[in-house]
């Protein structure tokens, strides 16, 4: 009979904060493994030594490095892949030979634990489980003693080893972040914390729980003494109070501002901005000036996560489809004494946010409020671009999503562009929820196209996954055509070239 596996966690470092179950298995066990580094001392040993049984087998499983140096051919992940696959192999001779073992884990085995990738290769084969343990952010989290999330806070785990403007991006998106995986990537995380303008509320924990504890300001911390086990706390802050004290700060400055001074005085402004359709060199020098100048950047998401972080910018980042919401979202920060990036993919007066903020300032009393568009690169220019020049003579732009009109309008206005013989650009050609647009788009040119007319298809243009192909409508699959997909459809001058390349004459025959 082979022997049961369990991996347990021993928390951050006090050997009073190992649970109850996990004292009785490590003192139940035949083999107790655990981690070090190089130099062979096991902090997890430490934390639970006094829990050891008379006469168990100790199984110290070294790190081959801790820097990720190293002249494996797979480099630093296959080193210790082979490792993990070693360290397997000595447990699962315990286990074969019927003896228990228990892996000790610091804090919790599945969080950030190196018990993850034993467990990976063995609870196949054998009686496996877990015991949780004290995570090292509860242990920090207590050290700091400061409420880390409150009310409806986003708290993010997020490693130093990002590279900075990820890690300020991620900062300054959250409400309460912990930070892990110092050492020699503080200075990094310092920089981050600063151009997310965090560092004043971050605190820097070192060896929580244990009497060598410390806890101090992370902006007072020397760089050169900071261990791979310490972590930064951000805690969230206390958005009812915050609220409050704004409110107290209104009414006191109400009642010493001089009478008289209309609302919107202020030098506030929208800039619409648009980023192109993907990579950061499609993303033009007039639209990264005024980004470094703003101090608010509204938008969906994913665009908003495309603007690098920085000391002094909040980001105001919101879901799909509630355009109008955000637009006046930024008009009023800019009627209060705002600058006010709005941003979109591609060109934001092509089917992006700059309509729509000239909506909400129409529709919602803002029009006192400065409003400039900055152009970008848009899709069709990106996607004509990488297959030649299709775009060379008249050409129309269209929108098969009917969110915002009806598909009577969108089928009349093909069938005119198809007639007039336009080249045509179709945006949002398909999506999740609609994916009949398409088919239904190719059968409105085949009423008034050659079936040979060439149609190129580009996806993720710009991005690592870009591809182009270039078809007809007859062989056009729209089962193939996505959200990530641009459509262009050709008109009947438009050639291809032997290198596969397509081109539209600026003369009509």
Known sequence: MTGWLRGVGVG???????????????????????????????????????????????????????????????GYH?????????????????????????????????????????????????????????????????????????HEDVLTILPGTLPVPELARRLADTEAAVVMKLGRTFENVREALRQAGRLDEARYVERASTEAERVVPVAEVDASTVPYMSMVVVPGRDLRADAAG???????????????????????????????????????????????????????????????????????????????????????LARKGERVAVVSGGDAGVFGMASAVFEAADAHGYTDVPVRVLPGVTAAQAVAARAGAPLGGDFAIMSLSDRLKPWTVIEKRLRAAAAADLVVALYNPASRSRTEQIA?????????????????VGRDVGRAEESLTVTTLTDLDPAAIDMKCLVIVCASGTRVTGAGQVWTPRFVR
């Open 12 to 74: 951050p470092g006090d050997p009073e904060l190992v649970t109850v179950k996990a004292t009785r298995l490590i003192g139940e066990a035949d083999v107790v493994a655990f981690h070090s580094g190089p130099r062979g001392d096991s902090i997890a040993r430490r934390i639970a030594a006094s829990y050891f049984r008379e006469g168990v087998v100790e199984e110290l499983l070294v790190y081959p490095v801790t820097t990720g140096a190293t002249d494996h051919p797979l």
């Open 78 to 150: 296959g080193l210790m892949a082979d490792f993990y696959d070693e360290s397997a192999d000595r447990l699962a001779a315990h286990l074969d030979s019927g003896r228990n073992v228990v892996v000790l884990a610091e804090g919790d085995p599945l969080f950030y634990g190196t018990y993850m990738y034993l467990h990976d290769r063995l609870a196949d084969r054998y009686d496996t489980a877990v015991v949780p343990g004290v995570t090292s952010v509860s242990g920090s989290a207590a050290a700091v003693a400061t409420g880390l999330c409150r």
């Open 246 to 332: 704004r409110a107290e700060s209104s009414r006191t400055a109400d009642a010493h501002a001089p009478q008289g001074v209309p609302e919107g005085s202020g030098q506030g402004e929208v800039v619409v901005i648009g980023l192109g359709p993907g990579p950061d060199r499609w993303i033009t020098p007039e639209v990264s000036a005024e980004l470094a100048q703003v101090g608010h950047v509204v938008g969906y998401a994913p665009y908003v996560n495309r603007v690098p972080q920085r000391e002094g910018l909040t980001r105001h980042a919101s879901g799909n489809t509630v355009e109008v919401d955000r637009a006046r979202d930024a008009l009023e």
């Open 440 to 456: 239904r788009a190719r059968e409105v040119f085949l009423e008034k196209r050659d079936p040979a007319t060439v149609v190129v």
